[in-house]
């Protein structure tokens, strides 16, 4: 009999163990934002004026682990805890999308204080006005969506 | 028990805060091979909405289910750390900052986000909502021009070693630099 938890037979899991899985990951990565002030608009500042390491010791830092992590998932060819193997993005090939749209997203990055995480955090947080900056944002991805034949990519 | 209720409270340092981020990337490669990326979400949600846009039209459900999942999971992260669990002491700024700031014409509140800026009444201020509705526009156009934001190019693409995510966090601060010393002093003069 199949339950909302994990089904024993495959070992994947139910949509109810499948959702607290990704909820939890995301509760632990917001409540990660918060407690480091990353997601302060004025720790942005301090970042774009160099007038603090902290950002960049936590950018840095968390770069670092990951990096160790994704190694040692290449160098022992290591899957997940479902037994699925563990394939990296490939980006496709041009430059100009990544110099061109990262210097408009540094532009809304800078204005608003904070990336898509963080507008989520900041909501959660009590910083309700940040549901404006979300709904902008979706408006952004969905307008780039109409013209993007017309970029450059 | 106070002793761990202070540590939940934070601020935390960054090599506290760094390392526990970067383990946001292992996590969700263990839990079910996945990749670590929050702006494929505006993708996803407008996705949800009907369209017969190519660029728009697939499974969300199947492709971005778990992300949009983990995105609502950070809003209860926020309400956990913000909320229930907040610091009482004000954010800290540089005293530099601050001084930069001011001299803009806007003054350290001690809030996550200048309430001046960010709240509900400053939608009706030309800077509020400016910041607010461009800023917020070009996270998600720019995002999505890049395949990729914050996590997953200057965390997750530079932890896998990918050039593209080298370029595009160029770009960020390209931007992040020409926006915050030329544009944000004549918006906040608005």
Redo the contacts between chains.
Sequence with gaps: MRHAGSDTNTGTPGPAA??A?????????????????????????????F?????????????????I??WL?RRYE?????G??????V??PG?P?????????????????????P????????????T???????????????V?HK?P? | MELILAALRGPWPWYVAGPLIGLTVPLLLFLGSKRFGLSSNLRHMCAVLPSRNSYLRYDWRREGGWNLLMYAGIALGGLLAGVLLADPAPVEVADSTAVALARAGLEVDGALAPQELFSWSSLFTVRGLTVMVLGGFLVGFGARWASGCTSGHAITGLAELQWQSLLAVAGFFIGGLLATHLLLPLVLAL
């Design positions: 499948f959702a899985r990704y909820v939890g990951v995301g509760a632990y990565f917001g409540f990660v934002l918060v407690n480091s002030e990353v997601v302060s608009w004025y720790r942005i500042q301090e970042m774009f004026r007038h603090s390491f902290h950002m960049y010791g936590v950018i840095g830092s968390a770069v670092l682990v990951g990096m992590t994704v998932v290591l899957r997940s805890i479902g699925e193997p563990i394939a990296f993005k980006f496709d430059w999308r990544y110099l061109l749209g990262g210097s408009l997203f540094g532009v809304g990055w800078a204005l608003t204080g904070a990336c898509p995480g507008i989520a955090a900041l909501i959660g947080a009590g910083l309700t006005g940040f404006i900056v979300l709904a902008a944002a979706v408006l952004g991805t969905w307008t780039y969506a109409q993007r970029l990519h």
